[in-house]
């Protein structure tokens, strides 16, 4: 079983492609996790998601959100569901997805960063940015 996942979701195209270029600037930068450590993006998973979760004890979850006050936060999964499900084109989204693998005791320890969406649905220009000095900073204390 690997221990930890950072998992890009959403779409590649548009103002939620901020999780991906995130995700992008982790794997290339000083700071990416060297092994036992899961660094991709999925393309809108819906309940592949779950799958993908299976085979890891703990998961990152990085995500555009449209609301919130930071351009990039730590989010409870509710509010991280609620803020992100407008931006799902799915009838199954994150928040059905992650209630699915809870019903079947599939889902590992979960961590949710969101990054801020402006109001016409372009990323916050500091979202990226922000987003990723806090997955650093989370990823260095989990390494203690």
Not at 11 to 19: H, L, V
Not at 118 to 129: E, I, N, Q, V
Request: neutral net charge; glycine residues 10%.
């Amino acid at each position: 079983m690997t221990r930890l996942a950072i998992l890009g979701i959403g779409s590649p195209f548009g103002g939620d492609r901020i999780a991906w270029i995130l995700v992008e600037r982790l794997r290339r930068s000083r700071f990416a996790p060297a092994h036992d450590v899961i660094v991709e993006t999925l393309d809108r998973p819906g309940p592949a998601l779950l799958e993908r979760l299976q085979c890891v004890e703990r998961a990152i979850l990085v995500d555009a959100v449209a609301g919130g006050c930071e351009p990039a936060a730590w989010y409870a999964e509710d509010t991280f569901a609620r803020f992100a499900s407008p931006l799902s084109g799915h009838a199954i989204g994150l928040a059905e997805t992650l209630d699915l693998g809870r019903a079947l005791g599939d889902l590992p320890a979960l961590e949710l960063l969101g990054l801020r969406l402006r109001a016409d649905g372009t990323a916050d220009p500091h979202a990226c940015t922000a987003g990723l000095r806090l997955l650093i900073r989370r990823l260095r204390s989990l390494s203690r």
